[in-house]
């Protein structure tokens, strides 16, 4: 068992900043998206500034980034349940300060190009997402049920500061060093992370003893997830948001750059303004929760606020930044209040065993869209021009929502009525 227990737990009916083992993951996780939010950034502006990248060397750079969401989470998700999870994200932390520390390394060398990027984001997404469903299903050990939502609330709040703070800081940093330079911030982050880690007194729960044959390892969490009436509803939406999010994220910075004439500090900005949205739903999500309900906030979020993300096509040279800023400030609010929501809810109803394939599963099939919406951003962005494809990106993403809005959560007020009503 692990060495704590929702019984002994001190966060079982106290606050989580007595807590020094959750402390210390949150922590590194909040050292570790900062300098992560910083190279978002940075890896295409050194594409588009210092290596005069297309298009579609963007897009291929976005798609190298998270294709890692297509090919890693399945295994990764049987690994994560059969090895101790503390020690797994310590090695990936390890390997990302070195993958990421590669990149200022060559550019001093004289040898960049966009060839290295794109293994470079392709080993940092390889790694993250290891890490990822490490650590998800590594806090419900550390937790008690009845503070999950405040410690996952908690990690994606401060997660949506780091994307916030980390492009203005990058956006800053450029101003005194060479923008290949800003991925050193990036290393000593993981680094931090690393060390943080090892700070942890609790004990990883043993793996279990029954053995799994290769198709269940690979497959369970999928299983699981595909025949959970309420599950798959949720990760057809995510999915669906997540693919046409990858295509905004992809052509944004090109956007500001070629067409609004944005510089790359300015760029910075923009996209820390509108990642402020996250920290703002990340701080009402548990408030609206008490009053509006879990399982309506899953949808009321997205319905309400997520068109604006249609401003972002309209926007005109000069003042148009700023209505980049509101359509990104819209949309990753209502993305952080939702990934809250339903994070807690699928660690609340999956068996402790069956957490990390389930995880993976769920973030093989939500996350393994993105690099196809990535290329496919690159592709139609040279072939059609930025302002149609972001506007198809903006309205395809807020309809998303219609998977969970047409279902029985429409008609329930908590998640928590969904786990006790008959099946």
């Known amino acids: 068992m692990s060495g704590k227990t929702s019984?002994?737990?001190?966060?079982?009916?106290?606050?989580?900043?007595?807590?020094?083992?959750?402390?210390?993951?949150?922590?590194?996780?909040?050292?570790?998206?900062?300098?992560?939010?910083?190279?978002?950034?940075?890896?295409?502006?050194?594409?588009?500034?210092?290596?005069?990248?297309?298009?579609?060397?963007?897009?291929?750079?976005?798609?190298?980034?998270?294709?890692?969401?297509?090919?890693?989470?399945?295994?990764?998700?049987?690994?994560?349940d059969r090895v101790a999870k503390r020690r797994l994200m310590v090695l990936c932390d390890v390997v990302r300060c070195v993958v990421a520390a590669a990149v200022p390394v060559a550019a001093v060398l004289g040898g960049l190009h966009i060839g290295h990027l794109?293994?470079?984001?392709?080993?940092?997404?390889?790694?993250?997402?290891?890490?990822?469903?490490?650590?998800?299903?590594?806090?419900?050990?550390?937790?008690?049920?009845?503070?999950?939502t405040d410690g996952i609330s908690r990690i994606a709040t401060t997660n949506a500061v780091a994307a916030v703070v980390g492009p203005s800081?990058?956006?800053?940093?450029?101003?005194?060093?060479?923008?290949?330079?800003?991925?050193?911030?990036?290393?000593?982050?993981?680094?931090?992370?690393?060390?943080?880690?090892?700070?942890?007194?609790?004990?990883?729960?043993?793996?279990p003893s029954r053995k799994l044959d290769v198709r269940e390892q690979l497959l369970g969490g999928l299983r699981f997830a595909w025949n959970h009436p309420v599950l798959r509803r949720v990760v057809a939406c995510s999915a669906t948001?997540?693919?046409f999010d990858a295509i905004t994220t992809t052509l944004v910075?090109?956007?500001?750059?070629?067409?609004?004439?944005?510089?790359?500090?300015?760029?910075?900005?923009?996209?820390?303004?509108?990642?402020?949205?996250?920290?703002?739903?990340?701080?009402?999500?548990?408030?609206?929760?008490?009053?509006v309900g879990e399982s309506r906030l899953l949808w009321l979020g997205k319905l309400s606020v997520g068109w604006l993300t249609a401003l972002i096509p309209f926007a005109p040279n000069g003042p148009g930044v700023l209505m980049v800023s509101i359509g990104l400030f819209a949309n990753s609010s209502c993305?952080?209040?939702?990934?809250?929501?339903?994070?807690?809810?699928?660690?609340?109803?999956?068996?402790?065993?069956?957490?990390?394939?389930?995880?993976?599963?769920?973030?093989?099939?939500?996350?393994g869209v993105i690099p196809i919406g990535s290329l496919l951003a690159g592709l139609l962005g040279d072939a059609v021009g930025l302002r149609p494809v972001l506007l198809v990106s903006a309205l395809g993403a807020w309809l998303a929502v219609g998977w969970v809005f047409f279902s029985p959560l429409r008609r329930m007020r908590d998640l928590q009525a969904e786990l006790t009503s008959p099946r």
């Not at 809250?340 to 995880?359: F, K």
Request: net charge positive; with cysteine; hydrophobic share 55%.
């Open 241 to 243: 948001a997540n693919f």
């Open 335 to 367: 993305v952080v209040l939702y990934n809250v929501l339903q994070i807690t809810y699928r660690q609340s109803v999956c068996p402790p065993e069956l957490r990390g394939r389930m995880n993976a599963a769920i973030r093989w099939t939500i996350r």
């Open 118 to 148: 794109v293994v470079v984001a392709f080993l940092l997404g390889t790694f993250a997402v290891v890490f990822e469903v490490s650590w998800q299903s590594y806090v419900p050990e550390l937790l008690p049920t009845n503070r999950l």
């Open 253 to 291: 910075v090109v956007f500001l750059v070629r067409d609004l004439g944005a510089s790359s500090s300015t760029t910075g900005i923009v996209l820390g303004i509108g990642a402020a949205g996250g920290v703002v739903g990340g701080l009402l999500v548990r408030r609206l929760a008490a009053r």
């Open 169 to 207: 800081l990058a956006g800053l940093a450029i101003l005194l060093v060479p923008v290949t330079g800003v991925l050193l911030i990036d290393a000593v982050s993981f680094a931090v992370s690393a060390a943080t880690l090892l700070f942890i007194r609790a004990k990883d729960r043993p793996a």
């Open 7 to 80: 019984a002994d737990s001190s966060t079982a009916h106290g606050s989580l900043w007595r807590d020094r083992d959750f402390m210390s993951l949150w922590t590194g996780q909040t050292v570790s998206d900062l300098g992560s939010a910083m190279t978002v950034l940075v890896l295409p502006l050194i594409a588009v500034t210092a290596l005069d990248a297309s298009t579609t060397e963007v897009g291929l750079l976005g798609a190298a980034a998270t294709v890692a969401w297509l090919l890693v989470p399945l295994p990764a998700g049987a690994l994560v």
